[in-house]
């Protein structure tokens, strides 16, 4: 075994010895940990930033981007963000060792759901440093124990906000091995870590395509995915045209760079020259470029509104940013077979005053969500109720869709008796 | 591409589109289906020898032992088990579009998780060929197109029942490409198979662990693992013992050939000496090798029983067979760390009259299933009242335990709205 390895192996075993711990903290103690943590973080704000800084240093010499830089840096909204995280979830009920369902047999066994932590969850995730508070928090607080791997241009920062994490546990007795980082730049380790499918439960890769797919090609551990959003908004004929056209307005432009804004909107032939013109305008006058089909020009001409041609390529295509492709469709079956056909099972809506077609796109659209009558900005853990989420699950697997607290724990069967056997 | 790659990617692609119309099928349909099934395979019995004969004499060819030439056989007894699981599985109530929880936010959305198919599962299996029937019909119930790849020494049988499914299929005009078997003997073709990440949803082996190992290391699709059941029972100072000599003779001998099996005893040390010369008596009456510690040998020393000394290597093994390893612990908390260290997570039992204890071991046994004062034997979606089952997964994810017709769908957010959007 290289070095690297080796001491991958010895944090992945010290992570599975501490996960035996952490599923017998108690709600208390873990709230204690997560408010104490919110604590330590403003109080060594001005020692974090330094750590941020030495980052920020190394990125710029890198030549990082602005984007990237902005991404990087601890700014007061970042730190407030982590805290106000870290109090919200100790808010949140404690799903562990929650019975969600239980039944008896008719030879008196009670048979019960329990839910248990999954065990050992690895983070791998780019460059936010606010994510090492962020997933550290809800894994802990549904009794795992966390392997953390960010991303090496944030290396100072993770490791002294992991640092601050870990101390916190200290300070209530709790094991800090619950909480590791992997303190290494060397890609190796990595490599290593998705070996490991004796130590580690579950991989959540969270990050862009590429990352996610390095994981999913070398990973002998099963991984949750996190990949694009490619949402549609679908305005049958029977749509109310002026809630369609605050929906479809809402659903591209108030946050474009987002995993469930709409990429692509499809529209009735049967309504196509009463809502696109109007629609496409204001889109227009937003920013949005617009790349539509031969029908939707038609139906936008004369408008004064700047169409372009839309290609194979733009349907497959999650722009996060002010770009829309637009269709016109003959019917709901062939609105339902466009977003089978290019999207990503992700989010999707559809604008309709009939409950047949609702009925038939809530059943027949394969995505994690699907909505009626609301904007795709919804599909998110707070939107939905949930709380905190660690992400928007792509997989149909454990989590599909916005993924809170209770995706992070799985469930074993417990059962009672009193002395059956099996004859 | 390779022909094999071709030919196995063209019958994905043909599967992806099945489970399109699969998830469509209303319930009646779906039923009458399995029902026809059941119906023909009674009808068609001669032909159906026949293709079995092939294998059976390619088997002997190929020197296969009489237990794998038995575990290939269509005798009576395999074709009633086969037609008696398609009448249950279609008298199963039907899991897809079931809706298992629905709330309303504040703003007025209305948020539901709808049970869904999966979408395209894959078996591949080794060499019973009612496995082929069982799965499908399973699969199927639950909406999912299937793509059944079994053992090459059950290939003529294998692809008789998959002809005799996708009749029935047809005679309900339902499409029968819901149900395909990979027709080649060609091992290229598993390899090919599991790459096809965006056209299959997820994998299930079910055979030995060399099978399962291989589909881990190859697949970028997500497995469902059925691995070893290393079982435990522990005998506490609390039990009752004579509820405890039954269950442990419940759980090693009543079928000692399944994973939910005993392989290792563990009792107190409190009362080795007075629980363990009768049940290991009664053990070695009934034909169990027994391996044991030493402790366990000086409490049961001067009793006439064969006793062999007991290896590390005999704590993480599945016996499967009438051999039993056993020691006596000082406490609790070394039964829970024998268990957790050398078990398997799969089923393990507690016998004690002590609340304590109880709740500790059902917390802290890491274990799919964990059993207080009931034989391990209880762990099975039968018993459990689950219906049928694919299996018992030792994954944590998505399934954990016995996974029945509720495992092989997942959920979707549906929501409704009155035109929100978010500010």
Same mark, same amino acid.
């Given at each position: 075994m290289t070095d690297v390895r080796e001491s991958v192996h010895h944090l992945a075993a010290h992570a599975r010895a501490a996960s035996r711990l952490g599923r017998r903290l108690s709600t208390t103690q873990k709230n204690d940990v997560l408010l104490t943590c919110a604590r330590l973080i403003e109080e060594r704000l001005p020692d974090l930033r330094k750590e941020n800084a030495l980052d920020l240093e190394a990125g710029r010499g890198h030549g990082l981007s602005s984007a990237m830089l902005d991404r990087l840096t601890l700014s007061d909204k970042t730190v407030r963000a982590m805290t106000e995280g870290l109090r919200e979830v100790a808010a949140l009920p404690d799903p562990?060792?929650?019975?969600t369902h239980a039944w008896r047999r008719p030879n008196g066994l009670e048979i019960a759901r329990m839910q248990v932590p999954l065990g050992v969850i690895a983070i791998i995730y780019e460059s936010r440093p606010n994510v090492t508070i962020d997933a550290a928090a809800l894994c802990f607080k549904a009794g795992n124990a966390t392997i953390l791997r960010g991303g090496s241009e944030a290396f100072y920062s993770n490791r002294a906000l992991t640092q601050v994490f870990r101390e916190a546990c200290s300070l209530h007795s709790v094991e800090p091995d619950v909480v590791q980082s992997l303190e290494t730049t060397d890609r190796e380790a990595v490599g290593a870590l998705l070996k490991l499918d004796s130590l580690i439960d579950v991989v959540i890769p969270r990050g862009g395509r590429s990352l996610i797919e390095r994981v999913v090609e070398e990973s002998r551990i099963p991984v949750i995915k996190h990949y694009d959003g490619i949402c549609h908004v679908y305005v049958d004929r029977d749509a109310d045209l002026d809630m369609a056209d605050e929906i479809v307005f809402n659903a591209k432009v108030q946050r474009p760079g987002v995993c469930n804004a709409m990429e692509t909107l499809l529209v009735h032939e049967a309504v196509a020259d009463s809502f696109l013109p109007g629609a496409l305008k204001r889109l227009a006058a937003a920013g949005v470029e617009l790349r539509v089909d031969e029908r939707t020009r038609r139906a936008a001409q004369g408008q004064g509104i700047e169409l372009k041609p839309v290609t194979e390529e733009d349907w497959r295509t999650e722009y996060l940013e002010l770009i829309l492709s637009v269709a016109v469709v003959p019917d709901l079956e062939a609105a339902i077979d466009h977003i089978e056909t290019? #999207?990503?099972?992700?989010t999707d809506t559809i604008v309709t005053r009939s409950w047949e077609a609702a009925r038939r796109f809530q059943m027949e659209v394969d995505s994690s969500t699907v909505l009626v009558n609301a904007s795709t900005r919804f599909s998110d853990g707070q939107q939905f109720g949930l709380g905190a989420e660690i992400g928007i699950s792509t997989?149909?697997?454990?989590?599909?869709?916005?993924? #809170?607290?209770?995706?992070?724990v799985c469930k074993k069967f417990v059962v009672s008796g009193n002395g059956q056997i099996r004859t």
């Open positions: 562990v060792y929650e019975i290019y #999207g990503s099972h992700h997989d149909k697997l454990h989590a599909r869709g916005p993924m #809170g607290l209770t995706d992070l």
